[in-house]
């Protein structure tokens, strides 16, 4: 078995408008069991943190979120049934971390072990390199506030298409950072469960 999985390309054009996606964002906590589509996690992806304009070799790459002086410290990892990935923008694909379904310890609320797809937002610390980050709690407000662009980024596309989220705190960081194996400059600072909306 291959350490990567190759993502299709992300379908961009969607007829859903934006102003509604807005206006329909929403936490949900309920889901279908049934699993995504490749497709569908590509879309996901991409919309997470995908690139949108190519590294050269005067300056990096651009993403569809912000991060704070374009750091781009935040690490999306994806818990499947199947395993453990780390998203890889610039290829646009996913390297295997686990094959252990982890989706349990991405929260401590029972609710959230149902859902088909849970992100995991690591940051990584050692990329601040700026004057700007020189106390740890900068680094902390730094981080959790690229994830929210990221995370606000997978409401509007759930809202859009069918899916149902919630955007977790209520997390045992120091288990989980232990399961994923990091480092100690990488920090887990939310999660996020995903699944399809139930049918009414």
């Known amino acids: 078995m291959s350490d990567y999985i190759e993502l299709p390309p992300p379908q961009k054009e969607l007829e859903f408008p ?3 996606a807005i206006e ?3 936490t949900k906590r309920r889901w279908d069991p049934v699993e995504l589509s490749i497709q569908e996690i590509s ?3 991409w919309v997470a943190c995908g690139v949108t304009v190519k590294e050269t070799k ?3 790459s651009r993403r569809t979120a ?4 374009n750091t781009q410290e935040i690490q999306l990892y994806i818990a499947l049934s199947y395993g453990l990935y780390r998203y890889e923008g610039n290829e646009h694909r996913l390297k295997e971390i686990l094959s252990d379904d982890i989706r349990g310890d991405i929260g401590t609320q029972k609710m959230m072990k149902a859902a088909p797809v849970g992100l995991i937002y690591v940051s990584d610390f050692s990329r601040f390199k700026s004057f700007l980050f020189k106390e740890e709690k900068d680094k902390w407000l730094t981080a959790a506030t ?3 662009c990221i995370s606000e980024n997978v409401y509007l596309y759930a809202a859009a298409t069918g899916l149902n989220t919630a955007l977790l705190g209520l997390v045992n960081r120091e288990r989980l950072q232990e399961i994923m194996g990091l480092g100690v400059h990488e920090k887990v600072i939310y999660t996020q ?3 399809r909306a139930l049918s009414k």
């Open 66 to 69: 912000p991060s704070a002086c």
């Open 24 to 26: 329909q964002r929403r």
């Open 18 to 20: 934006l102003m509604r």
């Open 146 to 148: 690229d994830t929210g």
């Open 58 to 60: 005067r300056s990096k």
């Open 193 to 195: 469960s995903i699944g």
């Open 43 to 45: 879309n996901l992806l």
